[in-house]
């Protein structure tokens, strides 16, 4: 039986007036690739960013493998590899260096396992550039190969086809899917609703601060042509009624 890596359990997050997240229940499974979808606005990054220890929840508890999680208890992030938003490297050192310099915080993280990652992500041929000269989708790259040298066991990713072209998007595709079939679960966060669709085996779809939708993919898809139909219809179904 698969054992639950993330767990919110009605999750709260209110800023002055603003319910943002509400009423939020959530399981995320070992060893599956979760889409988190919504439009702007919807609540998707602050939820990820108190399943990150980021944000207090208002009400509500977040708990990651098993742990809860705070601003005040961490533990359980030990284990979890994060790319949200855009990565940040020093720009003068090679892509090579960044990871080097990020290994030396990680007790078993060596140069094996950094040239590992390079070539996880297929940047191995420009991994002595200086990270200033790559392109947006390169450094995507190296956030994911960041976020993948400690052997996480949950990898939380937020817009990581950000910049790829689209043989890049099909690669990011293909490592997204062998990292779970490694046993690695993926929560991911996109708009893009084509990649979710062939990359995910589960999705939720989050639309102000509620939970408007959420199943196997195959479900959700049934009598539906894709899942921007099953998206829109959900996001435009009657408002959510204020917690």
């Not at 997050?13 to 979808?37: D, I, M, P, T, Y």
């Not at 078993?108 to 002595?128: F, H, I, K, S, T």
Request: glycine fraction near 10%.
């Amino acid at each position: 039986m698969r054992q639950p890596v993330i767990q919110l359990h009605n999750l709260h997050k209110r800023f002055g007036a603003v319910q943002a997240v509400r009423h939020l229940n959530l399981e995320v499974f070992s060893g599956e690739c979760f889409g988190f979808l919504g439009p702007n606005g919807a609540g998707k990054t602050t939820t990820i960013s108190m399943i990150l220890g980021l944000l207090r929840p208002t009400a509500g508890r977040v708990v990651v493998l098993g742990e809860e999680v705070t601003p005040d208890h961490t533990a359980a992030l030990r284990h979890v590899g994060a790319l949200a938003g855009a990565p940040g490297f020093y720009p003068y050192l090679s892509g090579r260096a960044n990871l080097r310099l990020l290994a030396a915080l990680y007790p078993d993280v060596d140069d094996v396992r950094v040239e590992e990652v390079l070539a996880l992500v297929g940047l191995q041929e420009a991994a002595n550039r200086k990270a200033k000269a790559y392109s947006t989708g390169m450094k995507q790259r190296l956030g994911l190969a960041a976020a993948l040298l400690h052997r996480p066991k949950l990898l939380i990713l937020d817009e990581p086809t950000s910049g790829l072209d689209p043989v890049g998007m099909a690669e990011m595709r293909a490592l997204l899917r062998k990292l779970t079939e490694e046993g690695i679960t993926v929560f991911l966060s996109s708009h893009l609703l084509h990649e979710v669709e062939q990359t995910c085996d589960r999705v939720a779809i989050l639309n102000r601060g509620q939970l408007v939708a959420q199943g196997p993919v195959a479900d959700l898809l049934a009598g539906k042509h894709d899942l921007e139909e099953v998206f829109m219809a959900a996001v435009h179904a009657p408002n959510p009624t204020a917690a």
